[in-house]
């Protein structure tokens, strides 16, 4: 069985900030790390091949520097990865990504399944997934929070708002993971020291068919970023229990809490 999992690098969310003057984000000097979602993909990919065998490989655009990202990936357990690399401040919105995904595994011949996080922590749209498997007619199964493969098929658990769903279905399939389907179990620093440079290959656009004007014209623009305002107001009650419970419910009515 081959298993194609899709891997994002990406700037750690929690210490990214807005430059409140000029809106823009302050990106200098921030980490990059393997997309949280895509991590539980990963993890996924590997008890799969314990239980069914095969091979696992992974599948990345972004800059030189996601090199680093993907020995962290494949400390993980997976076999082998493949970079498509793109100058660091070059983005693609999701039309583009599906696109290179789908050149890129297309160029790895025979597939049997393809695992994707739901989401990615920059972009949290849910679109790459969808349209990926599109790219590769493919059926796709989202949200999914447990599967299981014997080889021959699989079957899926979609948690949704108010329902748990079942699917069964044969092979080739595009997945989408949910952060609950699993807990990664993240490599130590000497298991990522000890991957081995020669099993990620690095490919250019030109590599997978492609030329470099149809990733430089993203049909979504980021305009700007603002940072959401409250306000407080601060109210502090003083008295009894009592007293100080009655007045609080008033205010909860006037505010209609």
Same mark, same amino acid.
């Given at each position: 069985m081959?298993?194609?999992v899709?891997?994002?690098?990406?700037?750690?969310s929690? $210490?990214?900030r807005?430059?409140?003057?000029?809106?823009?984000?302050?990106?200098?000097?921030?980490?990059a790390?393997?997309n949280?979602?895509?991590?539980?993909?990963?993890? $996924?990919?590997v008890k799969?091949?314990?239980a069914?065998?095969?091979?696992i490989?992974?599948?990345?655009?972004?800059p030189?520097?996601?090199?680093k990202?993907?020995?962290?990936?494949?400390?993980?357990?997976?076999?082998?990865a493949y970079l498509l690399?793109?100058p660091?401040?070059?983005?693609?919105d999701?039309?583009q990504?599906?696109?290179?995904?789908?050149?890129m595994?297309?160029?790895l011949?025979?597939?049997?399944?393809?695992?994707?996080? @739901?989401?990615?922590?920059?972009g949290?749209?849910?679109?790459?997934?969808?349209?990926?498997?599109?790219?590769l007619?493919?059926p796709q199964?989202?949200?999914?929070?447990?599967?299981?493969?014997?080889g021959?098929?699989y079957?899926?658990?979609r948690?949704?708002?108010?329902?748990?769903?079942?699917v069964?279905g044969?092979?080739?399939?595009?997945?989408?993971?949910?952060?609950?389907?699993?807990?990664?179990?993240?490599?130590?620093?000497?298991?990522?020291?000890k991957?081995?440079?020669?099993?990620?290959?690095?490919?250019k656009?030109?590599d997978?068919g492609? @030329?470099?004007?149809a990733?430089?014209?993203?049909a979504?623009k980021?305009l700007?970023y603002?940072?959401?305002?409250?306000?407080?107001?601060?109210?502090?009650?003083d008295?009894?229990a009592?007293e100080?419970?009655?007045?609080?419910?008033e205010?909860?009515?006037k @505010?209609?809490?």
């Open positions: 081959h298993i194609v899709c891997v994002k690098h990406v700037l750690d929690t $210490e990214i807005v430059d409140k003057k000029t809106g823009d984000l302050v990106l200098r000097g921030i980490p790390k393997i949280d979602y895509d991590k539980n993909a990963i993890e $996924e990919a799969i091949k314990k069914c065998g095969g091979e490989s992974l599948v990345s655009i972004g030189r520097e996601a090199v990202t993907l020995k962290s990936a494949l400390a993980m357990g997976a076999d082998n690399s793109l660091p401040r070059q983005a693609l999701t039309r990504t599906a696109l290179v995904l789908g050149r595994i297309k160029k011949g025979s597939v049997d399944m393809v695992l994707c996080g @739901e989401v990615s922590e920059d949290y749209n849910s679109q790459t997934g969808a349209r990926l498997a599109q790219r007619g493919l199964v989202s949200y999914v929070t447990k599967l299981t493969c014997d021959t098929g079957e899926a658990q948690t949704l708002e108010d329902v748990v769903e079942t069964k044969d092979f080739p399939v595009v997945f989408t993971v949910n952060s609950g389907i699993n807990v990664p179990h993240l490599p130590t620093a000497i298991q990522i020291l991957v081995r440079m020669n099993r990620i290959q690095e490919w656009p030109g997978i492609l @030329e470099d004007q990733l430089s014209a993203s979504v980021m700007s603002e940072i959401p305002t409250q306000e407080r107001k601060n109210i502090i009650l008295g009894p009592e100080v419970a009655g007045k609080l419910w205010c909860l009515q @505010e209609a809490v």
